[in-house]
């Protein structure tokens, strides 16, 4: 029932077609349902998958985790997590799951039903950005998320790749000195955050509403962490639109609250 309320013909045209990979699993963690996205992560053909458990697509080191996720599931809860699938050509990728709870009319739960998306690059970029400062250029200039360098103390902007003003619609000068709070439509909760930088070093965000120059609101998911660039420290910050993917969870909890008509 749970893999049915998605495959309604009013919704197979949304989710056949999202980016955002969609799959439905049984209580046992059984697959029962992916879109082609879903297949094209994790590598395997989507009649593959329907004969797979979720713990098959996951690396080992992992399972607990899926175990833990499971379980908040059973109790009614949806998350937000990272984890690492094997590809069926033994490439190891990085994903990262909102996965909410599948209950039917008579209150038991039936199953998961999640979206996935690919970050391996995200995270690489990210790992090797901490690892060589040489590299950063290449990365900062070729991503296709908002990067920008800014002051620790006045939370000035010194630096911004070409994606920066493209999603916020400044041009490049108009970008450097200006502090990276104007983008922030919650310039308090911003504040806390830049603090949680300067404190721990680092700060993952995954949902905060951003302003583009015209005024218009989006959603965004960001990271920002402290590093060392020509011997001064500064910090870097992410901003990644994450406008469909909000769109995709409101269809995903739209799908597992109601039931099938």
Not at 179 to 205: I, P, T
């Amino acid at each position: 029932q749970a893999a049915l309320r998605v495959s309604d013909e009013k919704y197979r045209t949304l989710v056949e077609n999202l980016r955002v990979g969609i799959g439905v699993v049984d209580s046992e963690e059984n697959v029962v349902f992916v879109n082609p996205s879903f297949a094209e992560i994790c590598g395997y053909s989507m009649v593959q998958l329907f004969e797979m458990n979720l713990t098959q697509i996951v690396t080992a080191n992992e399972r607990a985790k899926i175990n833990e996720e499971s379980e908040k599931r059973r109790n009614g809860l949806s998350s937000d997590y990272e984890t690492i699938i094997t590809r069926s050509d033994g490439e190891e990728r990085v994903i990262k799951v909102h996965a909410t709870p599948i209950f039917g009319e008579d209150g038991n739960f039936e199953g998961t039903l999640a979206s996935v998306e690919d970050i391996t690059g995200y995270k690489r970029a990210e790992n090797e950005l901490r690892e060589s400062e040489r590299k950063y250029r290449v990365l900062f200039e070729k991503n296709s998320d908002a990067i920008f360098i800014y002051d620790p103390d006045t939370t000035n902007i010194l630096d911004a790749n070409e994606a920066t003003s493209r999603m916020y619609g400044y041009e490049k000068d108009e970008l450097l000195g200006m502090s990276c709070l104007n983008f922030s439509a919650e310039v308090d909760q911003s504040v806390s955050a830049l603090k949680r930088v300067r404190d721990d070093g680092q700060v993952y965000v995954p949902l905060r509403y951003h302003q583009k120059k015209d005024g218009t609101i989006f959603n965004v998911e960001i990271r920002s962490f402290a590093i060392t660039l020509d011997d001064k420290n500064v910090m870097f910050g992410v901003s990644k639109d994450i406008t469909e993917r909000q769109l995709a969870y409101r269809e995903i909890e739209s799908l597992a609250k109601f039931p099938r008509e």
